[in-house]
C-alpha cells in the first residue's frame, strides 16, 4: 500500500511539526509569564527616588499635635444651591451677538430665508 520512504517521509514530517508546536507554545507561556507575570522591578533600585518628596516630614514640627476631627470639619466649604451664580454675579459679562451676512441668511438648499431660533449665554473666566 504505502512504501517505506513515503512513510518515512511522514513521520519526519510528523516529528518537525511536533518540535514546531512545543517551540511555539513555550514562546506562547514566555510571553504570557512576560506579559502576566511578577513584576520585575525592585524598590531598592530606586531608592533614591522614594524620597524625592519627603520634605515637609522633615520640616514638620513633631511636637504640634494632630488637629481633631472636629476642626477639619470646620475648614470644609459647604455648598448650597446657587453658590455658582452668587459667586459670578459681580463678574462683568458682555452680550456678544454674531450675525451671519446677508448671503448666508437663506438655505442653500430650497432658498427659504433663516431666522433665529435662540440664544445660548457662555460665560468664560
Not at 512504501?3 to 511522514?10: D, I, N, R, S
Amino acid at each position: 500500500m504505502y512504501t517505506e520512504a513515503y512513510v518515512k517521509q511522514l513521520e519526519d514530517k510528523i516529528t518537525l511539526l511536533v518540535q514546531e508546536n512545543k517551540r511555539l507554545h513555550e514562546s506562547v507561556e514566555f510571553l504570557t509569564r512576560k506579559l502576566f507575570g511578577r513584576s520585575s522591578e525592585k524598590t531598592s533600585a530606586v531608592i533614591g527616588q522614594l524620597h524625592l518628596f519627603d520634605e515637609a516630614e522633615e520640616v514638620a514640627d513633631p511636637t504640634i499635635p494632630e488637629p481633631t476631627l472636629q476642626e477639619i470639619d470646620k475648614y470644609r466649604r459647604k455648598k448650597f444651591k446657587g453658590q455658582r451664580m452668587e459667586l459670578l454675579k459681580d463678574l462683568p459679562h458682555d452680550k456678544v451677538i454674531c450675525k451671519l451676512d446677508d448671503e448666508d441668511l437663506a438655505c442653500p438648499q430650497c432658498n427659504n430665508p433663516l431666522f433665529t431660533v435662540g440664544e445660548e449665554f457662555i460665560r468664560t473666566v
